[in-house]
């Protein structure tokens, strides 16, 4: 397929085309930025049509082979998190439109929003080890400078905090691909995947992915690594915050995690249990910290960010069961929490541009006058803790029949318990803030902000009551994929 | 700064930058290449903005050019990768004649891309030394 480098390119050229032609017309850089995240989203609906279920698109760049050049490589797993990024960065880039007139440098805000985005898409279709490295610095060096963006002393404060834990992360992930080439003298992963599970498992692999997944726990925040989050996804703008919970921590975190872990390392729970068993404990304790604290918080945007680590919780449980549901599961759960966790975001930031005012106790009385706000929250809060027809029900299902399957009773008890908590602090938020019989005048927010709530609402009723083609088309490839372990690089080598 | 200083930069500034220039065009067959040729390059002009010193409206200027260089070095880099995909349906296909090895010429766009990311490089690097510097203009920006 020809149009696989414009996943990553596209947004590169947007990134560098705003700051130049801003200087023109100032309205260049709403109109490139949107209309690049508008030809991504329907280039990744579009590239499910390419190929079938099993099939790989290897796209070979500048022409050279796989183990000597770069390539990017597009399952279904890729696919399912290319159409996660391209949802949350549409959404989040109508909403900008309006949202930025609060702040200055509009041009800095789009080149950094369309680096975040070209980062995050390398990562989900870079089939390079180290070129997975360079991206995950391109998304992560753009976020932490958009968490700064406010040059507040708290934001300030954040994002440093931010940028010192993620570059500790960045820096082991480097280490343990030095580590790596030393050991297979080879940076493709597929040929990684294919040198590893000759040379069999010493030490040094068992060191290696331990850095991983330190590493990458810090980039998604599991619990005890979690503590640069709560500040720097409430201090970023609300579009913003959108991307970095919705999908950047799964992007970076999550996805690079499975891709590595399953696909290159060929870790299963049944050769490595305790791999697996350090995921479920570090999901489950996310899940329960993480929702504990929420329900204690007094700030819009902070209680969203808690839940994300809860939510992160849920994913990690499910891939840690590693059975086929359980994994289905907590792949959907990466889309349903990107379409969900965004749309919370973004009614917080609706919050935060009509009343200036993110603190709940000041909070009062908006369900009447911002309707379809508060609409988009309490449909967002019912997906969110799991209410049947909406599509935040049915991975917490999955996962919770994945533990049953896999004789983890006690599991599945804690986990239906625990995601009832959902409900319990996202409920705090209505009552403070839409549900209250005080009479507040505030305007509706601007119709482009309800168009990008509503967008994400629609999805969020499709997809749940779509569910079936879904699983059919995304998410049970997607789960085959991560089940055939090493095969991948037996798929894309053709040995 | 003194005027040995001043003279001393003015003689040797244009210099480093000629040498810059020189590891940036050979970077296909020696050490060095763009990156490299970009930072001594960028080196040339923090040389003479220490020696000469600088007001507030030459800041500003300079900015604005730095940061239309940098855009257009990494949209150049692009537009290289662009063409490729566009000539030999390849994104990053080397679509020039490659010529003969160890030649000035040669090597088809490699030479091509590592212009362009000196001029990336240069013009970010003074960038962040002027931002760095921070005097009025950047404080209340």
């Known amino acids: 397929m020809n149009l696989l480098p414009l996943f990553f390119a596209l947004p590169l050229a947007g990134a560098f085309l705003i700051p130049i032609l801003s200087k023109i017309w100032r309205g260049f850089s709403d109109l490139i930025a949107n209309s690049i995240t508008t030809i991504l989203l329907f280039l990744s609906f579009y590239s499910l049509n390419l190929f079938e279920e099993g099939e790989v698109i290897i796209y070979k760049m500048g022409g050279w082979p796989p183990p000597l050049g770069i390539t990017m490589v597009y399952d279904h797993l890729s696919a399912l998190i290319v159409i996660s990024i391209a949802i949350v960065v549409f959404a989040a880039s109508i909403f900008s439109i309006r949202y930025l007139e609060h702040f200055t440098g509009r041009v800095k805000f789009y080149t950094l929003f369309m680096l975040i985005t070209a980062g995050m898409m390398g990562v989900a279709i870079t089939g390079d080890i180290f070129n997975l490295f360079v991206f995950v610095e391109i998304a992560s060096i753009s976020s932490y400078a958009l968490v700064a963006f406010g040059i507040e002393k708290e934001e300030l404060e954040a994002a440093f905090k931010y940028m010192v834990m993620g570059e500790i992360a960045s820096l082991f992930l480097l280490f343990a691909i030095a580590l790596l080439y030393g050991r297979a003298s080879t940076l493709n992963m597929a040929d990684l995947a294919n040198t590893l599970s000759v040379a069999g498992r010493d030490q040094l692999f068992w060191f290696v992915a331990a850095i991983l997944l330190f590493s990458f726990a810090i980039k998604s925040a599991l619990f005890p690594f979690h503590s640069w989050l709560p500040d720097a996804h409430p201090s970023a703008p609300a579009p913003v915050s959108a991307i970095l919970s919705g999908i950047f921590v799964k992007v970076l975190g999550v996805y690079a995690l499975i891709r590595l872990s399953f696909n290159v390392f060929g870790l299963t729970p049944q050769n490595s249990p305790i791999f697996f068993h350090i995921l479920i404990f570090l999901g489950l304790v996310s899940v329960f910290f993480g929702g504990i604290i929420a329900s204690r918080q007094r700030d819009y945007k902070r209680l969203l960010a808690y839940s994300t680590i809860a939510q992160i919780g849920f994913i990690m449980v499910g891939i840690g069961i590693g059975n086929f549901w359980a994994i289905a599961g907590g792949l959907f759960h990466i889309l349903a929490h990107a379409i969900t966790k965004s749309l919370l975001f973004l009614t917080s930031g609706a919050v935060v541009y009509a009343t200036g005012k993110r603190d709940l106790e000041e909070l009062a009385g908006l369900g009447k006058t911002m309707g379809i706000t508060a609409w988009s929250y309490r449909l967002a809060t019912l997906s969110l803790s799991g209410l049947p027809p909406l599509v935040g029900f049915f991975p917490k299902l999955f996962i919770i029949i994945g533990a049953c399957q896999a004789k983890l009773y006690w599991l599945a008890i804690l986990l239906a318990i625990l995601s009832v908590f959902t409900l319990a602090y996202l409920l705090k938020i209505i009552r403070k803030v839409y549900f209250t019989t005080k009479e507040v005048s505030t305007p509706e927010t601007p119709f482009s902000m309800r168009l990008s709530m509503l967008f994400l609402v629609i999805l969020m009723i499709l997809f749940g009551f779509g569910f079936q083609g879904l699983l059919n088309s995304l998410i049970i490839p997607a789960t085959k994929v991560l089940l055939n372990g090493t095969g991948y690089g037996r798929a894309i080598l053709g040995g | ?141």
């Open chain 2, 1 to 141: 700064m003194s005027l040995i200083v001043r003279k001393i930069a003015s003689i040797i500034g244009g210099f480093i930058f000629l040498y810059g220039i020189y590891i940036v065009l050979h970077g296909h067959l020696t050490p060095g290449g763009g990156f490299a040729g970009g930072v001594i390059i960028a080196g040339s002009f923090v040389l003479f903005v220490l020696a000469y010193g600088t007001d507030e409206s030459g800041e500003k200027k300079r900015f604005f050019i730095a940061s239309i260089f940098e855009s257009i070095g990494a949209l150049f880099f692009i537009g290289i990768a662009f063409f490729g995909l566009f000539l030999g349906s390849l994104f990053f296909l080397n679509f020039l004649p490659q010529g003969l090895p160890l030649k000035l010429l040669s090597a088809g766009t490699i030479p091509l891309s590592n212009i362009a990311i000196s001029i990336k490089v240069g013009a970010g690097l003074f960038s962040i030394f002027l931002a760095l510097a921070a005097t009025k203009y950047f404080l209340e920006e």
